[in-house]
């Protein structure tokens, strides 16, 4: 089933994502880059508190509108995984393709700099994906009705 997705609501659904792989992903860059861990490291914890974060903010409007906490992870997992996947993506091959990004410590412009491009840079590629993929009835368009329904 194809519809016809506005680019406003395309991007309303990527900010959306957004909002939740941001916290993650500069949670785990902070938590990292304090404790010193490699840049591997710190890639992944970022990585995984992305998708932690994402799938919450997704879950907790899916629970408000009174669907039980298994549906609700479904409906978080059919929503975002693709679109937090490819910001995963985007935003840290950008700061890791920075030099002296992931080394530049709390108290750098470099690292936040860096790290609020990186996320401009996702926004900006996962946003035509998730205009595809709301128009085929998939990605955020799963959980939108959920939204509407409180």
Excluded at 42 to 50: C, G, I, N, Q, Y
Aim: net charge positive; proline share 1%.
């Amino acid at each position: 089933m194809k519809t016809s997705v506005t680019w406003r609501a395309a991007a309303a659904a990527t900010l959306h994502c957004l909002t939740g792989c941001a916290i993650g992903e500069v949670l785990g860059m902070v938590i990292g880059t304090a404790a010193g861990l490699h840049n591997a490291a710190t890639v992944v914890l970022s990585v995984a508190l992305a998708f932690v974060f994402g799938y919450a903010l997704t879950m907790r409007g899916v629970l408000r509108a009174g669907v039980d906490l298994r549906a609700a992870l479904k409906v978080a997992l059919a929503a975002d995984t693709v679109s937090i996947a490819v910001m995963e993506v985007a935003d840290n091959a950008v700061i890791v393709a920075i030099p002296g990004a992931m080394e530049a410590g709390l108290d750098n412009a470099l690292f936040w700099g860096a790290l609020a491009g990186s996320l401009a840079v996702a926004f900006l590629l996962t946003t035509p994906l998730n205009r595809w993929m709301i128009s085929r009835g998939r990605g955020h368009a799963v959980v939108h009705h959920y939204h509407h329904a409180h």
